[in-house]
């Protein structure tokens, strides 16, 4: 688990990964981004789930966790879109 950035990542987030948009149904993964602290429990880091709606400017990602489905509301700047097969 990384607890930092690497020295040349630090500083500024940029725009696109802030204000990025998803559809519902769109497959996303978790990558947490370090600089923002406090935002998405460590456990998260690496699930992919699927966008069920968005919730003001976060959206509602389901995951499954042992099988269970769980509903996550996380913001946009944590999420990357994984291309469909």
Do not use: W
């Amino acid at each position: 688990m990384l607890k930092q950035k690497p020295i040349r990542q630090k500083g500024k987030i940029s725009f696109t990964r802030f204000f990025q948009k998803f559809n519902v149904g769109d497959r996303v993964a978790v990558v947490r981004e370090l600089s923002i602290p406090l935002s998405v429990p460590k456990r998260l880091q690496g699930r992919t789930g699927k966008i069920l709606k968005q919730r003001g400017s976060a959206y509602e990602v389901e995951i499954k966790d042992l099988n269970k489905p769980k509903t996550y509301i996380i913001k946009p700047v944590h999420l990357r879109k994984i291309e469909a097969k």
